[in-house]
């Protein structure tokens, strides 16, 4: 469970840790896939009931469907334009729509650009009321020919239990099917023709007294050989129990030794996390124990907001720090993300980084504006300051 966003963390991360981490390469073996394709905390468990997200963009939009409480009101629709815009000019214009009917519930997603006469996609969601069925229609209106579309079955206790996906284009067309199984307590025990990477197998699931995940099996889809399995460890911290610490480690079968892929943190009651460190980066290019660990901690408020967030390695702690500011929402007005800075004859000192300002409704609370700007500093004028070089403007309408 992750409150960062993974993407912008390493585009900070990227930038400020560029002349402190070399481009040494470990050789890939037969078993790098599984550490490569790792699964992260909120990724051990199957998707939710209704699992959009592979329909939608995990990126701005995503943020607001969850930022955005479908209990506050049943908004029907919302229109979000996003503009980028650099010293060099204005490009990446683009408007996404969003649709719900009356129960809250996600119908219509479509992606467009001003310029275009047609949608770049469009998703459709329908349910079938009385038969237990919702299906997820996505197309690319240019191309008629050229579709995916996924139903999903669910059984008496509202659970999924099967789903079935589809690809047409003019090039190939496939059909997949999976299944969930759930023990009594409608916990998921089996889950069919799922993709590891490039394979495809099955997970089964395994929970300790208190409910909780302890292990998850991948077996291959042919034989049914266990090919790795992943195991949480629970650990409580302190005397009272106020503090768990949760390692999640991996072992590939074969392989004498398990390898810890991340380790978190959390107040119990709460769950509210307060560090979080990533031994596995699946996203660079090594294999196996990364040399870079990723490290997060996080600071909170009175009323249990985040104030502070620290981003950094083992190695280089707090390399990036993230303040949070707010005003009379619980939404944060502002985030400003500064960057350590290290030099010989002064004291360590933050760097203004980048800027994440929302303006909200003061009749609703939604949020109305968002405005990312990202600085870079200028070496060459020897100033303390960073040059503004992108700002990506996101307007929200609400009907």
């Not at 560029?18 to 040494?24: H, N, Q, V, Y």
């Not at 770049?120 to 969601?125: E, G, M, Q, R, V």
């Not at 074969?254 to 031994?279: C, F, H, Q």
Request: overall charge positive; hydrophobic content about 30%.
């Amino acid at each position: 469970m992750r409150s960062v966003n993974r993407s912008l963390l390493k585009f900070h991360m990227a930038c400020a840790l560029f002349m402190l981490i070399g481009s040494g390469v470990h050789a890939q073996s037969d078993t790098s896939i599984f550490f490569k394709y790792a699964a992260t905390f909120d990724q051990m468990l199957p998707s939710p009931v209704y699992p959009f997200n592979k329909f939608l963009p995990d990126s701005a939009s995503m943020d607001i469907l969850n930022a955005e409480p479908k209990s506050n009101s049943l908004h029907k629709t919302i229109e979000l334009k996003t503009e980028s815009k650099t010293t060099e000019g204005v490009f990446g214009i683009e408007d996404q729509n969003f649709s719900w009917d009356a129960e809250g519930r996600l119908i219509n997603y479509a992606v467009h650009r001003p310029k275009d006469t047609v949608a770049l996609t469009k998703t459709a969601i329908r349910y079938i009321s009385g038969s237990n069925v919702a299906l997820v229609l996505r197309v690319d209106p240019r191309n008629s020919w050229k579709y995916d579309s996924i139903m999903f079955r669910y059984n008496r206790s509202g659970w999924l239990g099967s789903w079935r996906y589809s690809s047409k284009s003019p090039d190939s067309a496939f059909v997949v099917n999976g299944t969930r199984m759930y023990d009594g307590k409608g916990r998921v025990i089996v889950a069919t023709n799922v993709n590891y990477g490039t394979l495809k197998g099955s997970y089964t699931y395994e929970y300790d007294a208190n409910g909780q995940l302890i292990r998850r099996n991948f077996l291959a889809g042919s034989s049914g050989v266990i090919l790795c399995t992943d195991t949480l460890e629970y650990k409580y911290l302190t005397d009272s129990r106020s503090i768990l610490q949760v390692s999640h480690k991996l072992k590939v079968t074969g392989m004498a030794n398990w390898v810890e892929l991340e380790r978190k943190t959390i107040y119990p009651y709460s769950g509210k996390i307060i560090s979080y460190t990533d031994y596995n980066d699946a996203d660079s290019n090594y294999f196996y124990r990364n040399y870079v660990t990723y490290t997060v901690r996080y600071e909170y408020d009175t009323a249990g907001r985040i104030s502070n967030e620290y981003f950094g390695t083992t190695a280089s702690p707090d390399v990036i720090h993230a303040r949070y500011y707010y005003g009379k929402y619980h939404q944060p007005d502002s985030i400003v993300y500064e960057e350590l800075i290290e030099e010989k004859k002064k004291p360590k000192y933050y760097r203004t980084y980048s800027r994440d300002v929302r303006e909200y409704d003061e009749k609703t609370g939604r949020i109305s504006v968002r405005s990312i700007t990202t600085y870079l500093f200028d070496e060459q004028k020897k100033k303390d300051d960073f040059l503004p070089v992108e700002t990506v403007l996101i307007t929200y309408q609400w009907k």
